[in-house]
């Protein structure tokens, strides 16, 4: 079984960025889709941003062109740049795979907290 592990989260201000990484245990970046879900406390877990093992990348409308989902093969980590965060992006974000397979099991996440 993978194991992934997220990290880079914490408080910023509005209009501020971070870097989320998420470390995964074994090699499968060029076999799987992965995305970036997000939960906000009493909301579903929605998928924000996703990458096919061929590199293509998609996002959801509501971070397009803020957010950049990108990946290292050989370091087996994927990364979510988050440029001009807004307080509405305040949640609990996961890496999982992204497509028609099951997902992994989760892990922690990572908590990100925007402030007005």
């Given at each position: 079984q993978v194991?992934?592990?997220?990290?880079?989260?914490?408080?910023?201000q509005a209009g501020g960025s971070l870097r989320l990484?998420?470390?995964?245990?074994r090699?499968?970046?060029?076999?799987?889709?992965m995305g970036w879900y997000r939960q906000a406390p009493g909301k579903q877990r929605d998928l924000v941003a996703r990458i096919t093992p061929g590199g293509m990348t998609t996002y959801t409308m509501?971070?397009?062109?803020?957010?950049?989902?990108?990946?290292?093969?050989?370091?087996r980590t994927l990364y979510l740049e988050?440029?001009?965060?807004?307080?509405?992006?305040?949640a609990v974000y996961f890496c999982n795979v992204a497509g028609t397979s099951a997902p992994l099991p989760w892990g922690q996440g990572?908590?990100?907290?925007?402030?007005s």
């Open positions: 194991q992934l592990v997220e990290s880079g989260g914490g408080l910023v990484s998420c470390a995964a245990s090699s499968i970046f060029s076999s799987y889709g509501s971070v397009k062109g803020r957010f950049t989902i990108s990946r290292d093969t050989a370091k988050m440029n001009n965060l807004k307080p509405e992006d305040t990572t908590q990100v907290t925007v402030s």
